[in-house]
C-alpha cells in the first residue's frame, strides 16, 4: 500500500514563511509528478504546483508564482512547498501528490493558517 504523510503546516502572520513537506512510502514505484494542492474554505480542491520527476520541470498556479517554490528532496520519495509572502488567502488544508502509473496517490492534507 502506498502512504503520503505532509507535515510542516501551522499558524503564520500575513508576511511569513512555511515549508512544507510531503514523504511517500510504501508499493510505490515510477513515480512521474509530484506535487501539492489546497482546498481552501467554500471551494474545491485547486493545483498549487508541480514538478515532474525525471527533469525537474515545474509548475506553479498563477496565484502563487513568485511566492511559493516545490523541489525535491535528496530522496526521490520526498517534495517540499516553500512558501513565502503568505496572504490570508492562502489558508487551506494543502495535499501532497504523487502520480504513478497512471494513478494520483493523495496525503491526508496539513492545515496552513495564515493570519492578517
Known amino acids: 500500500q502506498v502512504q503520503l504523510v505532509e507535515s510542516g503546516g501551522g499558524l503564520v502572520q500575513a508576511g511569513g514563511s512555511l515549508r512544507l513537506s510531503c514523504v511517500a512510502s510504501?508499493?510505490?514505484?515510477?513515480?512521474?509528478?509530484m506535487g501539492w494542492y489546497r482546498q481552501i474554505p467554500g471551494k474545491q480542491r485547486e493545483l498549487v504546483a508541480t514538478?515532474?520527476?525525471?527533469?525537474?520541470?515545474?509548475n506553479y498556479a498563477d496565484s502563487v508564482k513568485g511566492r511559493f517554490t516545490i523541489s525535491r528532496g535528496n530522496a526521490k520519495n520526498t517534495v517540499y512547498l516553500q512558501m513565502d509572502s503568505l496572504k490570508p488567502e492562502d489558508a487551506a488544508i494543502y495535499y501532497c501528490?504523487?502520480?504513478?502509473?497512471?494513478?494520483?496517490?493523495w496525503g491526508q492534507g496539513t492545515q496552513v493558517t495564515v493570519s492578517s
Open positions: 501528490m504523487v502520480r504513478s502509473g497512471g494513478v494520483s496517490y
Open positions: 514538478i515532474t520527476s525525471g527533469n525537474g520541470v515545474t
Open positions: 510504501g508499493s510505490i514505484f515510477s513515480i512521474s509528478i
